[in-house]
């Protein structure tokens, strides 16, 4: 059974720093890219960052320079380093994972207060 378990949110002052983890498990099928997304109330669920196998990037505009999504292949980990927070950068983030299909994470709360 696939599970996908999200750690690490939490609520912290503007400019601070917070670490996400996500640890996948039970996949039958190799690992292709991890993500993670968030969504704000109100607001559409968007990409924040994303990481293929071999260790390319992508980012948000919103989020270039001050996020870093890593990954531990052997342990089918995905982690995003957040720095310099802002109140924006609240929403419920989301891991995403691409096998044979995408599986997503049940969410955690990141709340940044001003």
């Known amino acids: 059974q696939v599970q996908l378990v999200e750690s690490g949110g939490g609520l912290v002052q503007a400019g601070g720093s917070l670490r996400l983890s996500c640890a996948a498990s039970g996949f039958i099928f190799s690992i292709n890219a991890m993500a993670w997304y968030r969504q704000a109330p109100g607001k559409q669920r968007e990409l924040v960052a994303a990481?293929?196998?071999?260790?390319?990037?992508k980012y948000a505009d919103s989020v270039k320079g001050r996020f870093t999504i890593s990954r531990d292949n052997a342990k089918n980990t995905v982690h995003l380093q957040m720095n310099s927070l802002k109140p924006e950068d609240t929403a419920v983030y989301y891991c995403?994972?691409?096998?044979?299909?995408?599986?997503w994470g049940q969410g955690t709360q990141v709340t940044v207060s001003s």
């Open positions: 990481i293929a196998t071999g260790g390319s990037t």
């Open positions: 995403y994972v691409v096998a044979n299909t995408g599986y």
